[in-house]
């Protein structure tokens, strides 16, 4: 049974820094991992994404601040956000690209959410 399991959010004040974590579990292997948020009153939109051939993308809005990092070992992605905005707060999902066998097909797995709060 796949399991994402998300950690590492909360609230932070304006310029703090956060470590989001995304563990996977019941899993074969991984072709892409990504982070998309929800703000308030906002569509689901996409952070960061390190595709097949390790090539990353970023959103424009957190470029220079964010960086997406995976540990094949540990089947876990990472989201390391800098210079925290009262813009970035939202709620943040991983969503990894993964098959449970070497013969099943790819399916795409989101995590449960993590709150992230960019306050004074």
């Known amino acids: 049974q796949v399991q994402l399991v998300e950690s590492g959010g909360g609230l932070v004040q304006p310029g703090g820094s956060l470590r989001l974590s995304c563990a996977a579990s019941?899993?074969?292997?991984?072709?892409?991992m990504a982070w998309h948020r929800q703000g308030p009153g906002k569509e689901r939109e996409l952070v960061a994404a390190?595709?097949?051939?390790?090539?990353?993308n970023y959103a424009d809005s957190v470029k220079g601040r964010f960086t997406i990092s995976r540990d094949n070992a540990k089947n876990t992605v990472y989201l390391q956000m800098n210079s925290l905005k009262p813009e970035d707060t939202a709620v943040y999902y991983c969503?990894?690209?993964?098959?449970?066998?070497?013969?099943?097909?790819?399916?795409?797995?989101w995590g449960q959410g993590t709150q992230v709060t960019v306050s004074s």
């Open positions: 019941g899993i074969f292997s991984i072709s892409a």
């Open positions: 969503n990894i690209n993964l098959r449970t066998s070497a013969t099943s097909p790819w399916y795409s797995y």
């Open positions: 390190i595709i097949s051939g390790g090539r990353i």
